[in-house]
């Protein structure tokens, strides 16, 4: 796969669709439109991803989805026929581009970066999720420099993309699943506790002021 751009912002990203169904594109900024080509089907969140080879978003290529745009410029009509998935936004309809370092829902022990937010207007045009270790906040600086034209900064942004980094972006895994054994544990321990250790007189207080309420 390549590109024409000599500057090119790429990386990796999920998006929903379907309410429940994913799919992974290698996402470009390049000749004045955003591109999206499909690079891997449904992930499930079932799936272990324990292993450190999933901070590298490469490792979510489909290799016999890639296959097909060996050659190809993935800006090009060509390359983004080959797909029906595969999407492209013209910057003249993007607005703003914002990075949320929150958690996507339902992506459990996916490894993932944050989310990049492509806004038109009032309307959230793309909602990506990083996945892997990537810096979503330089990402989205380099990404805004793109898609609004300051071709000086996304050069300077791409040289400091370009040096290696220690800091670990991906989201621990598991806090999900964490949050709601600490709740359920909750639910059951309060009534027991409730039950066991609070006096009658204590009770009764506190009837009276449910009752007061």
């Known amino acids: 796969m390549s590109v ?14 379907g309410l429940i169904l994913n799919r992974t ?9 955003l591109t999206g080509i499909r690079i891997s089907g449904l992930i499930s969140a079932s799936t272990a991803y324990r ?12 290799s016999r989805l890639v296959k097909r745009y060996e050659g190809q410029d993935t800006c090009s009509k060509e390359a ?8 492209f936004l013209d910057f003249s309809k993007i607005t703003k581009i914002e990075f ?4 996507k829902w339902g992506m459990a022990s996916v490894p993932h970066s944050g989310i990049l937010i492509i806004w038109g ?5 793309r909602e990506l999720i990083l996945l892997g270790s990537q810096d979503g906040q330089l990402l989205a600086s380099r990404l805004s420099a793109a898609v609004f034209g300051d071709r000086r900064k996304l050069e300077e942004l791409s040289l400091i993309a370009s040096r290696p980094s220690e800091k670990n972006y991906v989201l621990p895994d598991g806090w999900g699943k964490i949050v709601i054994l600490i ?16 006096s009658p007189a204590q009770k009764a ?3 009276r002021f449910l009752q007061e309420r």
Do not use: H, W
């Open 4 to 17: 024409t751009n000599a500057v090119c912002v790429k990386f990796i990203a999920m998006e929903y669709y």
């Open 25 to 33: 594109y290698e996402i470009c900024a390049c000749q004045n439109r």
């Open 51 to 62: 292993n450190s080879i999933f901070r590298n978003p490469d490792s979510f290529r489909n």
């Open 80 to 87: 983004l026929s080959l797909d029906r998935a595969n999407f």
């Open 100 to 103: 949320s370092p929150r958690r």
């Open 121 to 125: 207007g009032n309307k959230v045009l």
């Open 183 to 198: 709740l359920c544990a909750l639910m059951i321990l309060i009534p027991i506790a409730y039950k066991y250790f609070v």
């Open 205 to 207: 207080a506190v009837v």
